[in-house]
């Protein structure tokens, strides 16, 4: 009998999105403020997971040498970010997301079928729109946030992702000019 129950629960969560499951997990050990603050540092490593996904990938796949050099340097950011994130997770006993959602997995698997200018100007404007959203979401839990060392940890990653807008923006008036 518990057999069958443990493979009709890891039947029920293989239907879910990870960040779904992360977040019902979190759900069950958290209310209020922690609540929030929770799903604060499970949403900034879903995104983080998946710009470190996709600019591994746009690495790989874009011929434009700027790009990849972009592409890199958000690779080793988000790959530093995705590590503080785990082991302040750790620390919390937060849930996160163990693969990305099957939307995220779209996105790159579209961003692979374009064109290479196509491919460059869909990145770069996607990491210009990820990074000013990340950067809005970074600031409020920073100022909002109740646990005092998630608080921190977004107030401290906030010129880090300040940098990588810049860096694409950067990157956006190089491309635009060539056209």
């Not at 700027?66 to 790959?79: F, K, N, Q, T, Y």
Request: glycine residues 4%; negative net charge.
């Amino acid at each position: 009998m518990l057999i069958i129950t443990l493979s009709l629960a890891a039947c029920n969560n293989g239907n879910k999105e990870p960040d779904k499951v992360a977040e019902e997990k979190n759900d069950a050990k958290f209310t209020g403020p922690d609540e929030k603050d929770a799903k604060a540092l499970t949403d900034a490593y879903g995104a983080s997971v998946f710009e470190k996904a996709l600019s591994d990938s746009i690495k790989h796949w874009s011929t434009d040498k700027e790009i990849r050099s972009l592409a890199d340097s958000m690779v080793m950011g988000h790959s530093a970010i995705n590590d503080q994130i785990k082991d302040l997770a750790v620390k919390k006993t937060i849930s996160l997301p163990v693969m990305l959602t099957s939307e995220q997995e779209e996105k790159i698997t579209k961003m692979k079928n374009e064109k290479q200018g196509d491919l460059s100007k869909d990145y770069v404007n996607d990491l210009i729109s990820a990074h000013k959203d990340a950067i809005s979401m970074f600031d409020k839990e920073a100022s909002d946030g109740k646990d005092i060392d998630i608080k921190n940890w977004f107030q401290n990653a906030l010129p880090v992702l300040r940098q990588h807008l810049d860096m694409a923006t950067m990157c956006k008036e190089k491309l635009d000019k060539k056209k």
